[in-house]
């Protein structure tokens, strides 16, 4: 579906230009759904944008559903759908309008037109906005429409730039399931790119990790966590001393009347911790176990976390549209619950 | 966050099993104008739905015509309808001026969402992008011309039809290329839309002035004469002129469409550009 070599960007700037994609190598088969990682300014935006001939590739080459995005990329375009980070409907258009108009874009029939515009209205649950105008949509509604408007032409490879950014997380999980739905029921393949980590985790069977304009890794989320990062065991004491006296005992780091460590398959590793300090008679107060998470991936691959990054954008692109102000409330509390 | 985890396991496990694949719809090749028809029809479509904005914009020509026109009529001492002869081809040049002028602006709302990027991810020409958009302006500029000749007959004025016919498709030469070249402005001050006013404004009320639309340069200094032979926009006017008057062989025309298609084609040639480099 996808295969690049050596794709790279460089934007011209003073003192020699700006590389944003450095030698990226990439290959999709048919049917796979891919979560591309990173903070802001790897380079995952741009990627994005040379693979779906928004920019010119300055290095490199790349076939997009077997068309090459240099010589071709009228034919990457009719084969492609891709959903930007902004609302791609016209804010004083209609919502039904707009989708006519994007069939006859992608040169479909007036007939085929209409039919897909009635079907994707009624699958994408927008029945009751058809007529209304863009700009009184919220912010789930507009992202729906924005995944109508993608697939009018039902393309075989959808490019996602930032699905559920500044979505409440009801319209996240109804987002997703539509993403899913689509491609279980035509076998879409499926690119995105997502701050969230919960989301490449649960949905995405291919995780890549960009930073600064480099693939850093690439493969399913399990085996990136388990290779990269172990499970994270807090234990608590009652004092500093007993925390110290546990950590030359067992292992791990002692922070205070705390000791953390890290170790594979820590389900396990619990009871066994436990006993050994009974044996040692060092008083436990209590025990937390954590599976890791992409952002301990992250962590351990960059030294940083791409948790905190993404946050800070999410928050920003939501306060610029007035009309999530309301969900951003929602999303922090529920960032500070998971 | 358990909508979401819910969501997920629900249809976790379908993930596997790949469903065999729908034909898509089938698509025809475009071409450029079928691109520029599409366009355009996207573009009018909220128009056709708010005819209430459309009727408003033929409030804007009457204005001067009722306020300027008098006064022009008063200080040249000549009868009203030789005037308005002068006039209204020049009020029709400058609204096709500030029509197409605007096509930026539109662009940039839409270059600020992401519905300008989703129309280049679309297998559309480049070209057809700045022509649609550019003609948009020039269907209501079709209304807005009969409707100011009309207001203008019984003080006397006269219109030749085949003369309004091609002048209007000279206006619309001339509206592609300018409305190209507001695009591309548009497109270099997308991050900061303030930018894209202030070149307007800079650049218009001299085109506008230099041409002799609304006030004959005939007697003003050497320097502002010298000043309007090399602005497109005074040929423009001068055939406007002659076409409406029924000299429709006068060499006046043929510069004038000399001058509009020179327009166009560095417009298009520029807008391209941009949209290539933005």
């Known amino acids: 579906m996808i295969r690049a070599r050596g794709l790279g960007k460089t934007f011209p700037a003073k003192g020699g230009g700006v590389q944003a994609v450095k030698s990226f190598d990439l290959d999709v088969e048919r049917g796979e759904l891919v979560a591309f990682l990173g903070p802001n300014g790897a380079g995952k935006s741009t990627t994005l944008r040379l693979l779906t001939t928004l920019l010119p590739a300055t290095s490199g080459e790349a076939t997009v559903v077997g068309c090459d995005i240099r010589r071709d990329p009228a034919g990457v375009r009719r084969s492609i759908g891709y959903i930007g980070q902004g609302d791609s409907a016209g804010h004083s258009q209609r919502v039904r309008d707009e989708l006519l108009s994007q069939g006859a874009f992608y040169g479909l029939s007036r007939r085929d037109t209409l039919a897909r515009a009635d079907e994707l209205i009624e699958s994408l649950d927008l029945g009751a906005l058809a007529h209304r105008q863009v700009q009184a949509l919220s912010g789930g509604q507009k992202r729906r429409l924005d995944i109508a408007l993608g697939l009018i032409h039902r393309p075989e490879l959808l490019f996602l730039d930032e699905p559920s950014t500044g979505l409440d997380p009801q319209s996240r999980a109804n987002l997703w399931q539509h993403i899913v739905d689509l491609r279980n029921r035509y076998g879409t393949t499926i690119f995105l790119t997502t701050h969230y980590l919960d989301e490449a985790d649960q949905l995405a069977e291919r995780v890549m990790v960009m930073d600064h304009g480099t693939v850093i890794a690439d493969d399913t989320a399990t085996a990136l966590k388990d290779s990269l990062a172990g499970d994270l065991i807090t234990l608590s004491f009652e004092t500093a001393t007993d925390a110290a006296a546990a950590a030359s005992h067992i292992g791990g780091t002692a922070v205070g009347t705390r000791v953390t460590l890290t170790t594979h398959r820590g389900e396990e590793a619990v009871p066994h911790l436990i006993r050994s300090l009974d044996d040692a008679r060092i008083p436990l107060v209590g025990v937390t176990h954590r599976q890791p998470t992409l952002d301990d991936v992250f962590l351990a691959l960059t030294g940083r976390s791409l948790r905190e990054e993404g946050q800070a954008h999410a928050n920003n692109t939501e306060n610029n549209n007035e009309n999530n102000n309301e969900n951003n409330n929602e999303n922090n509390t529920e960032e500070a619950a998971a | ?278």
Request: proline share 6%; aromatic share 8%.
């Open chain 2, 1 to 278: 966050m358990n909508t979401l985890t819910e969501t997920a396991t629900a249809t976790g496990s379908s993930i596997a099993s790949v469903a065999a694949s729908v034909a898509p719809p089938a698509m025809r090749r475009t071409n450029l104008a079928t691109d520029t028809w599409n366009v355009l029809v996207r573009e009018l479509r909220p128009v056709m739905r708010d005819p209430f904005s459309a009727l408003f914009s033929l409030i804007q020509p009457l204005i001067f015509l009722g306020l300027f026109g008098p006064l022009l009529v008063a200080s040249s001492g000549a009868p009203a309808g030789e005037t308005l002869q002068w006039f209204v081809p020049g009020i029709l040049v400058m609204v096709a001026l500030f029509g197409t002028a605007s096509t930026g602006a539109n662009l940039l709302s839409e270059m600020q969402t992401g519905s300008h990027e989703r129309t280049l991810v679309a297998p559309l020409s480049r070209s057809a992008l700045l022509i649609g958009r550019a003609l948009k302006e020039v269907v209501p500029l079709t209304v807005q011309a009969v409707l100011v000749c009309l207001v203008a007959l019984p003080f006397g004025f006269t219109v030749n039809v085949p003369g309004l016919l091609i002048g209007l498709v000279l206006l619309a030469i001339f509206g592609i290329g300018f409305g190209a070249l507001s695009y591309s402005v548009a497109l270099a001050c997308r991050s900061r839309d303030w930018m894209f006013w202030v070149i307007h404004q800079t650049l218009i009320f001299p085109l506008m002035i230099l041409s002799g639309m609304l006030l004959p340069l005939d007697d003003g200094p050497a320097w502002m004469k010298v000043a309007a032979a090399v602005n497109p926009l005074s040929y423009v006017v001068d055939a406007e002129r002659a076409l409406f008057a029924g000299s429709l062989a006068e060499i006046a025309v043929l510069g004038g469409f000399i001058a509009a298609l020179a327009t166009a084609a560095v417009g298009l040639a520029v807008g391209i550009r941009a949209m290539r480099r933005f």
